[in-house]
T-cell receptor, first 112, second 109 residues
Framework: SQTIHQWPATLVQPVGSPLSLECTVEGTSNPNLYWYRQAAGRGLQLLFYSVGIGQISSEVPQNLSASRPQDRQFILSSKKLLLSDSGFYLC???????????FGPGTRLTVT | RKEVEQDPGPFNVPEGATVAFNCTYSNSASQSFFWYRQDCRKEPKLLMSVYSSGNEDGRFTAQLNRASQYISLLIRDSKLSDSATYLCAVWGNTDKLIFGTGTRLQVFP
C-alpha cells in the first residue's frame, strides 16, 4: 500500500529564516506530487505541483520554491520566511491526473 | 465566480439526522469529483469519489448532477463522529484538483 510522509510535523521559525519541508511517498512510482497551504480557517491553496523528476509548476508567485530531486521526494523551500508564510502545509500525491489525491499528515508552520 | 463553491455552514444536526451538502462547480468540462473529510488540524482524507451514476458507501451517498453542475453528499443516521469539515474537489481540464473551502458539520447529542 502507499504511504506519504511529511516532516517535521510542527515548526516555529523566525521571520527571515530559511525553510525546508520534505515529503516522500512510498509504494508507488512516478506519482504526481503537490504542495498545498491552508491558512487558519481557509481553504486549500495549491502552491506547486510536479508530474515528474525535475518538473515543477508554480501556481502562486511568492517567496517559496519547490524541487523534486527524486521520483518520490518533493521539497518545499524558502530562503527568507515572511509572517504570511504561516500555515498548514500539506503534501499530496496522485496517480496521474483525474484521480484521487492522498494527503500527508502536514506540517504546521508558525513564523514569528 | 469561484470554480468550486460550498456553503461554509455550520450545519448543526442532532444524532440520527440526515444531512445533505451541495457543491457547485463552474467548469462544465470537469471530469472527476470527490468528497474529502477534514478533522480539525488534520489533513483531508478521501471520503469517496463521485461517479456519474451516483455511489453509496454505508451511510454516505454521493451524487453528480452534470446538468446543474453540482455534486452532493448525503449522510444518513448522523453520528457524533461525523462532525468535521467536508471538502468537495473537482478535476477540471488541467493538471489541478480544485477544492472547495468546505462545509462544517456539527452533530450534537
Amino acid at each position: 500500500s502507499q504511504t506519504i510522509h511529511q516532516w517535521p510535523a510542527t515548526l516555529v521559525q523566525p521571520v527571515g529564516s530559511p525553510l525546508s519541508l520534505e515529503c516522500t511517498v512510498e509504494g508507488t512510482s512516478n506519482p504526481n506530487l503537490y504542495w498545498y497551504r491552508q491558512a487558519a480557517g481557509r481553504g486549500l491553496q495549491l502552491l506547486f505541483y510536479s508530474v515528474g523528476i525535475g518538473q515543477i509548476s508554480s501556481e502562486v508567485p511568492q517567496n517559496l520554491s519547490a524541487s523534486r530531486p527524486q521520483d518520490r521526494q518533493f521539497i518545499l523551500s524558502s530562503k527568507k520566511l515572511l509572517l504570511s508564510d504561516s500555515g498548514f502545509y500539506l503534501c499530496a500525491w496522485s496517480r496521474g491526473t483525474l484521480g484521487e489525491q492522498y494527503f500527508g499528515p502536514g506540517t504546521r508552520l508558525t513564523v514569528t | 465566480r469561484k470554480e468550486v463553491e460550498q456553503d461554509p455552514g455550520p450545519f448543526n444536526v442532532p444524532e440520527g439526522a440526515t444531512v445533505a451538502f451541495n457543491c457547485t462547480y463552474s467548469n462544465s468540462a470537469s471530469q472527476s469529483f470527490f468528497w474529502y473529510r477534514q478533522d480539525c488540524r488534520k489533513e483531508p482524507k478521501l471520503l469517496m469519489s463521485v461517479y456519474s451514476s451516483g455511489n453509496e458507501d454505508g451511510r454516505f451517498t454521493a451524487q453528480l448532477n452534470r446538468a446543474s453542475q453540482y455534486i452532493s453528499l448525503l449522510i444518513r443516521d448522523s453520528k457524533l463522529s461525523d462532525s468535521a469539515t467536508y471538502l468537495c474537489a473537482v478535476w477540471g481540464n488541467t493538471d489541478k484538483l480544485i477544492f472547495g473551502t468546505g462545509t462544517r458539520l456539527q452533530v450534537f447529542p
